[in-house]
């Protein structure tokens, strides 16, 4: 056997197992997911019918669907708002601060936190009767403040987003945080001499130098966003009626709930899509910035 063939060989012994699994367990549920799709199937029936787009046609005018998805963008929007905040953050952790290490390791310390763990802890918190966030606002004369966290339609998504930004912004600010140190100090020495200030820095600096990293968090917004569903399944149910349920939850429920599987895979593949699609619009934004 020449060396050549042996090489081959090697190289396609070693392959075969990591694409066998990305097969299995990606392509082919994929696949399946789709066929599914287009399926009336209940999850029980060993037989389905094929019913065509009309499980897609359905989701786009379902008003629920959208009422939910509008709860996604709600997350989103509120998310990249304090993208600027966790900047600042990182920015301030980076200088040589005596304290810096300790408060990297409390700002990322939410996102290691399970979370199941976290939505009971503020399940607790927001207890309309005994929960320590009403007990405070009565103890400073506040009791206009006080409400029913989780069970106002009006206020339970931004309950639910604040669990959300308490648990999720501590990642983004480590990864500005890598960025920033990524960027070598040569630059900001050069500008010094040059006699630019902090603002002209930071701008055509230290922006430009964590463009990468500003991808990466808005990606990890929109694809949390959309796949919120631990937060608002275990503290609300997503409740009270559909007040804060997201496409998630309402996809689960579909599938598990009222057993409509046909539908809950339709909305699992439009999911996929609208991910794919911001990335792709998302990498034509980002295209040459930072480099």
């Known amino acids: 056997m020449s060396y050549s063939l042996q090489k081959k060989l090697v190289i396609v012994s070693f392959l075969f197992v990591p694409v066998a699994l990305l097969l299995l367990f990606l392509l082919y549920p994929s696949l399946r997911l789709l066929q599914f799709s287009l399926t009336n199937w209940n999850g029980i029936s060993k037989s389905f019918n094929y019913v065509g787009l009309d499980n897609y046609v359905s989701a786009f005018q379902n008003p629920d669907i959208w009422k939910a998805l509008s709860n996604n963008f709600l997350y989103f929007g509120i998310h990249a708002l304090f993208i600027?905040?966790?900047?600042?953050?990182?920015?301030?952790?980076?200088?040589?601060?005596r304290?810096?290490?300790?408060?990297?390791?409390?700002?990322?310390?939410?996102?290691?936190?399970?979370?199941?763990?976290?939505?009971?802890?503020?399940?607790?918190?927001?207890?309309?009767?005994?929960?320590?966030?009403?007990a405070l606002l009565e103890t400073l004369g506040l009791e206009s403040w006080i409400q029913n966290w989780l069970s106002d339609k009006g206020i339970v998504n931004y309950s639910l987003i604040v669990v959300s930004l308490w648990r999720f912004s501590g990642l983004h600010v480590i990864l500005f945080l890598a960025g920033l140190q990524s960027i070598p100090n040569d630059l900001y020495e050069a500008a010094t001499i040059d006699g630019a200030g902090s603002w002209k820095k930071f701008i055509h600096i230290t922006m430009p130098g964590i463009s990468r990293v500003m991808e990466i968090v808005l990606f990890l917004n929109v694809r949390g966003a959309l796949q919120v569903f631990d937060i608002p399944?275990?503290?609300?149910?997503?409740?009270?009626?559909?007040?804060?349920?997201?496409?998630?939850?309402?996809?689960?429920?579909?599938?598990?709930?009222?057993?409509?599987?046909?539908?809950?895979?339709?909305?699992?593949?439009?999911?996929?899509?609208?991910?794919?699609?911001?990335?792709?619009?998302?990498?034509?934004?980002?295209?040459?910035?930072g480099e």
Not at 106 to 132: E, T
Not at 242 to 268: E, P, R
């Open 233 to 289: 399944f275990l503290m609300t149910q997503g409740g009270p009626g559909l007040a804060s349920t997201t496409f998630t939850v309402y996809t689960i429920q579909t599938a598990f709930k009222y057993n409509n599987y046909g539908l809950a895979s339709s909305l699992a593949i439009i999911l996929m899509l609208m991910i794919i699609i911001f990335s792709y619009f998302q990498g034509k934004l980002f295209k040459g910035k």
């Open 84 to 97: 600027p905040l966790e900047v600042m953050v990182a920015v301030l952790l980076n200088n040589k601060l």
């Open 99 to 134: 304290t810096s290490n300790f408060f990297r390791s409390i700002v990322f310390l939410p996102y290691i936190l399970n979370g199941v763990a976290v939505a009971y802890l503020f399940s607790y918190m927001y207890n309309p009767i005994n929960g320590p966030i009403n």
